[in-house]
């Protein structure tokens, strides 16, 4: 009984981490074609810079949501 419940959670925390990760990967693909943009303008050197750190940030969350997604898969092949 328990053993089940367990696997119906992973489950649904599967489905949770995988959309994460897309989630993230659409983010890093929006802030790499906005810095393209954007660099093209010398006005906007402060906007360059916080795309510049947001895409840093998704590119190391994203990788700590992959862990997790591995994680959960593990355990569903136990």
Do not use: C, G, P
């Amino acid at each position: 009984m328990l053993e089940e419940y367990k696997k119906e959670i992973l489950k649904s925390n599967l489905e949770h981490r995988q959309k994460e990760v897309i989630e993230y990967q659409v983010n890093i693909d929006n802030f790499i074609l906005a810095l393209e943009l954007a660099k093209q303008d010398e006005t906007l050197t402060a906007f360059v810079t916080q795309l510049e750190e947001l895409l840093a940030s998704n590119i190391y969350e994203q990788k700590k949501a992959k862990i997790m997604l591995a994680v959960v898969e593990k355990q569903l092949k136990e």
